[in-house]
């Protein structure tokens, strides 16, 4: 069983459209994050949410809008994609959120915006 | 905010050589520490992780690391390098969610 799944792994889309990335963990954690991984392998927190409450909110454009329905999910939209946004985009979770434990990352959404 | 400095961005080994890589924190409370390993095309696996007790630990696949709280350090170690250790080393310390380090490319070649 998958602790934590992504999907879709590859994304491939137009400059100007608008895509989701979806996110399920099946180990109980509270916790859910989106990370950024930029083409020089840079891993760049993006949110977390809390039992469905957003606790971090980086320096991110609002094109991009987090939601999670229930703490096993978090999925995160983008709109009006850009060039830029071409990245890994990873979902992780954790148990707790201070003092945080280890984390479960999901197998990443490789995103290309053409 | 704690952050994580990796020392060593592209480190090329011969198989059986020894391996050293750095990372420092900067925070002067508690942490916990991590080390997580991404192999090409895959996502991040945890290598090993410190909470507390031993400074020295031993993680997966023949990897370690010391804890050296006066140098706020925890280089991960391993002795003899395999081929199939290439991949792309993180260090991590926990703040409000996992900070992670530039990350170090390792290529190990035959």
């Known amino acids: 069983d998958t602790a934590v799944s992504q999907t879709p792994k590859y994304l491939v889309t137009q400059m100007g459209n608008d895509k989701s990335i979806k996110c399920e963990q099946n180990l109980g954690h509270d916790t859910m994050y989106w990370y950024k991984q930029d083409s020089k392998k840079f891993l760049k927190i993006m949110f977390s949410?809390?039992?469905?409450?957003?606790?971090i909110n980086e320096t991110v454009p609002n094109r991009f809008s987090p939601k999670s329905p229930d703490k096993a999910h978090l999925n995160l939209h983008i709109n009006s994609l850009e060039l830029g946004d071409s990245a890994v985009y990873f979902c992780?979770?954790?148990?707790?959120?201070?003092?945080?434990?280890?984390?479960?990352f999901g197998q990443g959404t490789r995103l290309t915006v053409v | 905010a704690q952050s994580v400095s990796q020392h060593n961005h592209h480190v090329i080994l011969s198989e059986a050589a020894s391996l050293e890589l750095g990372c420092n924190y900067s925070?002067?409370?508690?942490?916990?520490l991590f080390w997580y390993v991404q192999y090409p095309g895959q996502h991040l696996q945890l290598l090993l992780k410190?909470?507390?007790?031993?400074?020295l630990v031993k993680g997966i696949k023949g990897f370690e690391a010391e804890f050296i709280k006066s140098k706020f350090s925890f280089n991960l170690r391993k002795p003899s390098v395999q081929w199939s250790d290439t991949a792309e080393y993180f260090c991590a310390v926990t703040g409000y969610a996992l900070n992670f380090g530039k990350g170090t490319s390792l290529l190990v070649t035959p």
């Open positions: 949410y809390n039992n469905k409450e957003l606790i």
């Open positions: 410190y909470f507390s007790g031993d400074p």
């Open positions: 925070y002067g409370g508690t942490v916990n």
């Open positions: 992780a979770s954790t148990q707790g959120t201070k003092g945080v434990t280890e984390a479960f």
